[in-house]
């Protein structure tokens, strides 16, 4: 199996509004003050990335990347200073209003699930990628992890290796996610957990590494394997689930 027939339902874990405020607590942005160059380069570089290894993307990925361009556009629009401008609203005004709402949201329902979890005794559940594991050691402090905290470990070393044929000709490469699959599970026989970075250091072609991503994700959708981070935006840690 290829990328090119392998999807994901991206829409199903993460939305385009996360992405760009994982971007914003990543850096530390005031969300009032967006540098809008920056953000809108980097959420085109994930959505490049996202198309790479194939994953279904919604719709409103590709809306937000549209309304962030035309953003972008307005804000190189020349000011002059008259009285009048001081009724123009910031170009920006619109998108930050929705992403304050869309956070104090997810906030609110971060703590309702908390609220649900400490009353039937287990750990809240969140639609992403995470899997919480209750028998981990106290003195361990393990973040959940999002799907684009996952592409951001996966980027970092992907930008490392060297350019190799083009995605489109993946197909035709001898590599398939079944036997990255078992190359995943042979660094589980000595220990039962292994960092992305260790994992991924042995290999030395893209799309191999692209293809390795693909079957970590299709383990994590499957329950094979947990995701966790020691810290936030730190190398996130595979754990095999004992079957």
Same mark, same amino acid.
């Given at each position: 199996?290829?990328?090119?027939?392998?999807?994901?339902?991206? =829409?199903?874990?993460? #939305?385009?509004?996360? &992405?760009?405020?994982?971007?914003?607590k990543?850096?530390?942005?005031?969300?009032?003050?967006?540098?809008?160059?920056r953000?809108t380069?980097?959420?085109?570089?994930?959505?490049?990335?996202?198309?790479t290894?194939?994953? $279904?993307?919604?719709?409103?990925?590709?809306?937000?990347?549209?309304?962030?361009?035309?953003i972008?556009?307005?804000? &190189?629009?020349?000011?002059?200073?008259?009285?009048?401008?001081?009724?123009?609203?910031?170009?920006?005004?619109?998108?930050? *209003?929705?992403?304050?709402?869309?956070?104090?949201?997810?906030?609110? #329902?971060?703590?309702?699930?908390?609220?649900?979890?400490?009353?039937? #005794?287990?750990?809240?559940?969140?639609? =992403? &990628?995470?899997?919480?594991?209750?028998?981990?050691?106290?003195?361990?402090?393990?973040?959940?992890?999002?799907?684009?905290?996952?592409?951001?470990?996966?980027?970092?070393?992907? =930008?490392?290796?060297?350019?190799?044929?083009?995605?489109?000709? %993946?197909?035709?490469?001898e %590599?398939?996610?079944?036997e990255?699959?078992?190359?995943?599970?042979?660094?589980?026989?000595?220990?039962?957990?292994?960092?992305?970075?260790?994992?991924?250091? #042995?290999?030395?072609? $893209?799309?191999?590494?692209?293809?390795?991503f693909?079957?970590?994700?299709?383990?994590?959708?499957?329950?094979?394997? *947990? %995701?966790?981070?020691?810290?936030?935006? =730190?190398?996130?840690?595979?754990?095999?689930?004992?079957?």
């Amino acid at each position: 199996m290829s990328p090119e027939n392998y999807n994901i339902e991206l =829409d199903v874990f993460e #939305g385009p509004m996360d &992405l760009l405020l994982y971007f914003i607590k990543r850096d530390e942005i005031n969300i009032y003050d967006i540098p809008i160059a920056r953000i809108t380069r980097e959420y085109l570089e994930y959505l490049d990335l996202m198309q790479t290894l194939n994953l $279904r993307i919604a719709g409103e990925f590709i809306a937000m990347a549209s309304t962030l361009m035309q953003i972008k556009a307005r804000m &190189l629009l020349p000011r002059f200073s008259s009285p009048e401008d001081e009724d123009v609203e910031d170009p920006r005004s619109e998108l930050v *209003r929705k992403l304050v709402e869309y956070q104090q949201f997810k906030e609110l #329902g971060e703590e309702l699930r908390q609220l649900e979890g400490q009353s039937i #005794g287990h750990f809240p559940r969140r639609p =992403d &990628l995470s899997h919480i594991d209750t028998s981990v050691e106290a003195e361990e402090v393990l973040q959940k992890v999002t799907l684009f905290d996952i592409l951001a470990a996966f980027k970092k070393v992907l =930008d490392r290796l060297p350019e190799g044929p083009a995605e489109h000709q %993946v197909n035709k490469l001898e %590599v398939s996610i079944k036997e990255q699959t078992a190359y995943i599970y042979s660094h589980f026989i000595k220990k039962s957990k292994i960092r992305f970075s260790e994992l991924a250091g #042995g290999i030395q072609k $893209r799309i191999v590494l692209i293809v390795t991503f693909l079957a970590i994700l299709e383990m994590i959708r499957t329950q094979q394997i *947990r %995701v966790y981070q020691e810290g936030i935006f =730190d190398d996130f840690i595979l754990e095999k689930v004992e079957s």
